[in-house]
């Protein structure tokens, strides 16, 4: 939106929003689910991403290029990583589901002075079902980003 990476916004909002719901509205916001293994999974999943990612464009911006493999890394990883921490992040999701339910955080109840309610158990679940057409959008749109920075790369 504000012209700060390339991307667009249908592929940058979905990575930003989804990692700060999971970092915030799942893992520090209860506690109960930070034990368990997908948490691993997740942060491997995150980190390998981010470390390839930076270390592509660092290098790409310090040198004016990065060597072919990095590109190949940068561009061929997500095949793995993407349905890891999608199946991760479902999953944690999922499971905090009764914990919100139990402790009600986050929720507003009527009446009040907005004459509103809001109830994150459902919202919660209304987030895992983003994820059915969210995911694939993602890996395609990166489908397309690897053919088209391999292919140029080819006849670079």
Same mark, same amino acid.
């Given at each position: 939106?504000?012209?700060?990476?390339?991307?667009?916004?249908?592929?940058?909002?979905?990575?930003?929003?989804?990692?700060?719901?999971?970092?915030?509205?799942?893992?520090?916001?209860?506690?109960?689910?930070?034990?368990?293994? @997908?948490?691993?999974? !997740?942060?491997?999943?995150? =980190?390998?991403?981010?470390?390839? +990612? /930076? *270390?592509? #464009?660092? @290098?790409?911006?310090? !040198?004016?290029?990065?060597? =072919?493999?990095?590109?190949?890394? +940068? /561009? *061929?990883? #997500?095949?793995?990583?993407?349905?890891?921490?999608?199946?991760?992040?479902?999953?944690?999701?999922?499971?905090?589901?009764?914990?919100?339910?139990?402790?009600?955080?986050?929720?507003?109840?009527?009446?009040?002075?907005?004459?509103?309610?809001?109830?994150?158990?459902?919202?919660?679940?209304?987030?895992?079902?983003?994820?059915?057409?969210?995911?694939?959008?993602?890996?395609?749109?990166?489908?397309?980003?690897?053919?088209?920075?391999?292919?140029?790369?080819?006849?670079?």
């Amino acid at each position: 939106i504000l012209g700060l990476v390339r991307s667009p916004v249908t592929a940058t909002l979905p990575q930003i929003g989804s990692r700060l719901f999971l970092t915030w509205g799942i893992l520090w916001s209860f506690p109960e689910t930070q034990s368990h293994i @997908l948490v691993t999974s !997740l942060v491997i999943s995150w =980190s390998i991403t981010e470390i390839i +990612r /930076y *270390s592509f #464009f660092g @290098l790409k911006e310090t !040198l004016g290029f990065a060597p =072919s493999w990095l590109l190949w890394l +940068r /561009y *061929s990883t #997500f095949m793995i990583l993407y349905p890891t921490g999608i199946l991760s992040e479902v999953g944690l999701i999922y499971i905090a589901l009764p914990y919100i339910k139990v402790s009600e955080k986050y929720f507003v109840k009527m009446p009040n002075k907005w004459n509103f309610s809001f109830d994150y158990f459902y919202t919660c679940a209304i987030a895992i079902g983003v994820y059915v057409p969210g995911g694939p959008h993602m890996f395609t749109y990166m489908l397309a980003q690897r053919k088209k920075a391999l292919s140029k790369a080819k006849t670079a």
